[in-house]
């Protein structure tokens, strides 16, 4: 048996290398996704346009209006004379955040009041919004910390970001706050995002080439040689995803040495830990590519059919949207999605070092979902073969 599995590894193994359009999905399209969702898949929001309606016109509003341009997250792009200049700037998309001081906000300050800043943001894109107002806020809390040290006096901010403006220093009666992000200090967006890109690589790699080996087969018109050869069809589905499952681990080691060695993400669990994840993770992965190809008559089909099956995928594995804030149906199907478990399981191991006492549950369910769903797809695709 392994001698008749090894010539046909070897045969699929030239097949690919032969193939120009195999060589570009196993090697430059991983590549190209990787760099290009590294850097894409990212929720840092920088250079804010920004519009400033300074109707106080004193040096204190001045100077909190040079604290947002030097803080790196706004860039201004103009002073407008009126509230009605803020709205076309706005509607018209030239400036994303707006920066409106009341005339009296210098002498509020000066008497020991509140005074009050308004911050607009355009909200059509509601995630960049949210960023905006947390950005605005950290600027008008360190301004306000100056402000309360000597006069006693606060900055505040209306609307959503009010009840976090003020930032009052430590003092007689204050709060002194002090705030640590674990696992990820900086809190970089990439850092949270590259090993999520890596899961997502493999598991489109490996879709799509166990579902077109055999439909490739079929159309070129060699299944028929291959039937009547002396190998079992066991041994032919191992022969057909065997050299995946062996692409799709060159994959994780060339996506963990991009992401440590150019990105700069760390790996801090263990590398064997790792592996194995990703062999249970295949099981999946490479059982749904071999039912592809039970239902496709067409190599284009089968590529049609990977991208269905991969989409719902990628929007229901917490990679762009956390599972926890989705509809509690909707989070019950992300139970048989093995993406799921194995995004976790990178970012566990990369950010966390997590180890198998914590990770135990994301691999006992990638065994179970692999086990059911291999065993399904063999049987299915060797009774096609029979």
Same mark, same amino acid.
Not at 23 to 30: E, G, I, K, W
Not at 93 to 112: C, E, H, I, M, N
Not at 125 to 154: E, H, K
Not at 317 to 344: D, E, H, K, W
């Given at each position: 048996m392994?001698e008749?599995?090894?010539?046909l590894m ?20 991983p590549a ?9 898949a990212?929720?840092?929001v920088?250079?804010l346009?920004t519009?400033v309606?300074?109707f106080?016109?004193?040096?204190d509003s ?16 103009g002073?407008?004379p009126s509230?009605?200049a803020?709205?076309?700037l706005?509607?018209?998309g030239?400036?994303?955040?707006a920066?409106?001081l ?7 300050l ?8 308004q911050?607009l ?11 905006a107002?947390?950005?605005?806020t950290?600027?008008i809390?360190?301004?306000?910390r ?9 900055l505040?901010?209306?609307g959503?970001?009010a009840?976090r403006?003020?930032a ?5 009666g ?6 640590r ?5 900086e809190?970089?967006s990439?850092a949270?995002?590259v090993?999520?890109?890596i899961?997502?690589?493999i ?11 055999i439909?490739r ?8 040689q291959?039937?009547?050869?002396p ?6 589905i191992?022969g ?6 062996l692409f799709g ?5 060339v996506g963990?040495?991009? =992401?440590?060695?150019?990105?700069g993400?760390?790996?801090?669990g263990?590398? @064997? &830990?790792?592996l !194995?994840?990703? $062999? *249970?993770?295949?099981?999946p992965a490479?059982?749904i590519?071999v ?6 008559r067409t190599?284009q089909?089968?590529?049609l059919?990977?991208f269905?099956v991969f989409?719902p ?7 762009l ?6 509809p509690?149906?909707i989070q ?16 566990g191991?990369f950010?966390? =070092? ?6 135990w549950?994301?691999f006992?369910? @990638? &065994?179970v979902l !692999?086990?059911? $769903? *291999?065993?399904?797809?063999l049987l ?7």
């Amino acid at each position: 048996m392994w001698e008749r599995l090894r010539h046909l590894m070897r045969k699929e193994f030239i097949q690919i290398v032969r193939d120009r359009r195999m060589r570009a999905v196993l090697v430059a399209l991983p590549a190209f996704q990787l760099f290009v969702f590294g850097y894409a898949a990212t929720t840092e929001v920088v250079d804010l346009t920004t519009a400033v309606a300074d109707f106080d016109g004193t040096q204190d509003s001045r100077e909190l209006v040079r604290q947002f341009a030097s803080s790196g997250y706004f860039r201004i792009v103009g002073h407008v004379p009126s509230a009605g200049a803020v709205r076309d700037l706005l509607d018209r998309g030239t400036a994303r955040v707006a920066l409106q001081l009341d005339p009296g906000f210098a002498s509020d300050l000066r008497r020991g009041e509140t005074a009050v800043v308004q911050v607009l943001v355009d909200g059509t894109a509601s995630n960049t919004a949210a960023i905006a107002l947390n950005y605005a806020t950290q600027v008008i809390a360190q301004y306000n910390r100056r402000l309360v040290a000597p006069a006693g006096v606060s900055l505040r901010a209306p609307g959503p970001a009010a009840s976090r403006a003020a930032a009052p220093g430590p003092g007689p009666g204050a709060i002194d706050l002090r705030v640590r992000a674990w696992y990820n200090p900086e809190l970089r967006s990439r850092a949270f995002a590259v090993p999520g890109v890596i899961a997502l690589v493999i598991m489109l790699t490996a879709l799509q080439l166990t579902s077109m080996a055999i439909v490739r087969e079929r159309e070129m018109g060699t299944i028929e040689q291959l039937l009547v050869s002396p190998l079992r069809p066991l041994e032919l589905i191992l022969g057909k995803t065997l050299p995946f499952a062996l692409f799709g681990l060159g994959h994780l080691v060339v996506g963990t040495g991009v =992401a440590v060695l150019w990105f700069g993400v760390p790996i801090k669990g263990s590398v @064997l &830990l790792l592996l !194995g994840g990703t $062999v *249970l993770f295949l099981l999946p992965a490479l059982g749904i590519g071999v039912f592809i190809s039970t239902v496709s008559r067409t190599q284009q089909e089968a590529l049609l059919s990977t991208f269905l099956v991969f989409q719902p995928a990628l929007m229901l594995s917490g990679f762009l949207f956390p599972i926890a804030n989705m509809p509690a149906p909707i989070q019950y199907v992300t139970y048989v999605n093995p993406l799921r478990y194995f995004v976790s399981i990178l970012r566990g191991i990369f950010l966390k =070092a997590s180890g198998a006492a914590v990770l135990w549950p994301e691999f006992a369910a @990638l &065994l179970v979902l !692999g086990a059911g $769903v *291999l065993t399904v797809s063999l049987l299915r695709l060797r009774r096609r073969l029979e």
